[in-house]
């Protein structure tokens, strides 16, 4: 049972979609939440148990890359368990009517891709693929367990996730895309992310700006709720299905 207010701002939301041609999905931990992933913030957060500069900083990996891998191999075990949801397939399938559709997602799992995605902007790196120290060559690397510590096959180097830390920058390219990506949409739907972690937070609001129709999906309000057009209040696997042509 839809409650009157909701069905508004779901009509509306439809409305705006049915006449864009231009849409860009902005994805968070949120969307896997549904999946059984947990998320980073939040009562059963991951960074609730884990200090994130223990983990996620080249600092951390500097003085322990023991302790890093050790981290990320139980969080690549805990994501092979699990499957794409609703929303992550609701997704793929939103790339099919629009001229031009744009998913950027700050999650690191795979999961979109696994549903079907093309070609997501993953601005915070993916967790199955892994980088050389030495001469920075990427490759995919699907083991669980993976072998501690991991060497490169070319050089001998210690590998690291490919992962964006703490006080690393983001890849330009990505952030292009992504800002190219907000500015160009008449929609843009920022799904599950606590608009906390900048740059990916400011897109909203820079989608705006240009003129998009921005909505936000979340189990609660955000700190960037104001610069929303719509805050659909409610679990991402439920509330994507209505947005389907
Ligand atoms: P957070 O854990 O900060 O926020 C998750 C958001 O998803 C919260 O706002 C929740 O309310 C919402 N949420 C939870 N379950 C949901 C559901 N079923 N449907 C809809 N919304 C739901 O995760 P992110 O915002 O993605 O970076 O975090 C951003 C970055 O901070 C991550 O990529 C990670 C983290 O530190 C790095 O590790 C570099």
């Keep these: ?43 059963h957060g991951l960074w609730k148990n884990h200090r994130a500069e223990e983990l996620a900083t080249p600092a951390a990996f500097s003085k322990n890359p023991k302790l890093v891998w050790e981290w990320y191999d139980w969080r690549r075990g805990l994501i092979a368990s699990k499957e794409p949801n609703a929303g992550h397939y609701m997704i793929a399938e939103m790339e099919k009517p629009f001229t031009r559709f ?14 079907g ?3 997501p902007v993953e601005l915070h790196g993916n967790i199955w693929k892994v980088r050389c120290t030495g001469c920075h060559g990427i490759s995919f690397n699907f083991d669980v367990p993976i072998k501690l510590l991991p060497m490169c096959k070319e050089c001998g180097g210690l590998l690291r996730p490919h992962i964006v ?14 800002y ?24 909203a609001g820079m989608a705006r700006e240009n003129g998009a129709f921005v909505v936000e999906i979340n189990l ?12 659909l209040i409610g679990k991402a696997k439920d509330l994507l299905p209505f947005f389907i042509r």
Excluded at 8 to 15: A, S
Excluded at 165 to 178: M, N, T, Y
Excluded at 220 to 231: A, K, L, N, Q
């Design 1 to 43: 049972m839809i409650m009157p207010e909701i069905q508004i701002q779901i009509d509306l939301i439809k409305e705006k979609l049915e006449k864009a041609d231009t849409v860009t999905v902005l994805t968070g931990a949120g969307i896997s939440a549904d999946s059984g992933i947990p998320t980073f913030r939040g009562t």
């Design 102 to 115: 744009h998913l950027i997602t700050q999650n690191v799992d795979g999961l979109h891709e696994k549903a």
């Design 117 to 119: 995605s093309t070609n």
């Design 165 to 178: 830390w703490f006080g690393e920058p983001l890849d330009k390219i990505d952030i292009e895309k992504s």
């Design 180 to 203: 190219a990506a907000v500015q160009n949409s008449n929609v843009v739907l920022i799904i599950g992310t606590s608009g906390l972690v900048y740059p990916a937070a400011s897109l």
């Design 220 to 231: 609660e309000r955000t700190p960037i709720s104001e610069e929303m057009d719509v805050t």
